[in-house]
Nanobody, 125 residues
């Protein structure tokens, strides 16, 4: 059974930075594409970023491109989301997800079989 556990969320001010971590157990990280999604109150869960299995490609939503960076440490079986220049509109619960490559678009939630419990990020103005 694959388990994902996010950490690193918190309350910060606009312009600050946070680094989210997603620790994976049960399977090696290299088996999956890894994604980050977020869900703000009253809104649907939306794609934030993905890193492919071989680390060759990373993808970002337009709203975070240039501010967020996804990376993985295979030795630690952990995926990170470095978030810089945070804005109040980044406030959401952030979820880590894992899925087999090549099945669906990486931007779609159905591409991911496993999800973490989420970590709250709150950005005050």
């Amino acid at each position: 059974q694959v388990q994902l556990v996010e950490s690193g969320g918190g309350l910060v001010q606009a312009g600050d930075s946070l680094r989210l971590s997603c620790s994976v157990s049960g399977r090696t990280l290299s088996s999956y594409i890894m994604g980050w999604f977020r869900q703000a109150p009253g809104k649907e869960r939306e794609f934030v970023s993905t890193i492919t299995r071989n680390d060759k490609n990373t993808y970002y939503s337009d709203s975070v491109k240039g501010r967020f960076t996804i990376s993985r440490d295979s030795a630690k079986n952990t995926v990170y989301l470095q978030m810089n220049s945070l804005k109040p509109e980044d406030t959401a619960v952030y979820y880590c997800a894992a899925g087999p490559p090549g099945r669906f678009s990486y931007r779609d939630r159905i591409a991911y079989d496993y999800w973490g419990q989420g970590t709250q990020v709150t950005v005050s103005s």
